[in-house]
């Protein structure tokens, strides 16, 4: 076994494809919101490997870990944009007797309802969330009373009563 200039046995199988290069394309391709499965197939390794390459090389996990956060960043911004409305300038394309014009003009999107929820929910949980949970400390003293219990303490409510005098213990039940 070749010995390496530590005298450590030198590492068996093949070389790992780790390189900068690699990296580099790795963490712009991780700006588009692909993930480690999408990352993995695209450079042609398991993604067992993008792990293991996380796990060796803790400034390549960090580093993927932010040039991901780009995209939900993005995204998050969007989402935002979208909740609360924006507009931005367009043209118009018009065509009259062969002639094209563009008109520029300002578009405006209104807010949207369900960006709103969405945000709402995700930011402020406490406040919008569908399931509010309560939360109650109630001790119970005293036990429920029996069926023939409750029969009796309607006979004696109803006892002095003269229009239910002649009412069978049944029909009370």
Request: net charge negative; glycine share 4%; hydrophobic share 40%.
């Given at each position: ?14 070389p ?24 993995a ?8 490997t ?8 803790t ?47 300002t ?67």
């Amino acid at each position: 076994m070749p010995k390496t200039p530590e005298n450590k046995p030198a590492k068996q199988g093949r070389p790992s494809a780790f390189n900068d290069r690699l990296v580099l394309s790795i963490l712009e391709f991780a700006k588009t919101g692909a993930t480690d499965a999408q990352i993995a197939e695209k450079f042609g390794i398991a993604e067992s490997t993008l792990y293991s390459w996380k796990g060796k090389h803790t400034s390549f996990a960090e580093a993927l870990k932010e040039a991901k956060d780009v995209a939900d960043d993005l995204v998050e911004m969007s989402l935002f944009k979208r909740a609360v409305g924006f507009q931005h300038p367009d043209l118009h394309f018009s065509a009259y007797e062969g002639y094209v014009t563009t008109t520029p003009f300002t578009k405006v999107h209104a807010p949207d309802t369900t960006a709103c929820i969405f945000w709402l929910k995700n930011r402020r949980p406490e406040l919008w969330r569908d399931v509010h949970k309560i939360e109650a400390d109630v001790k119970h003293s005293a036990v429920l009373p029996t069926r023939e219990e409750a029969l009796q303490a309607l006979r004696e409510d109803y006892a002095v009563t003269p229009a239910i005098e002649g009412v069978k213990d049944e029909e009370l039940a």
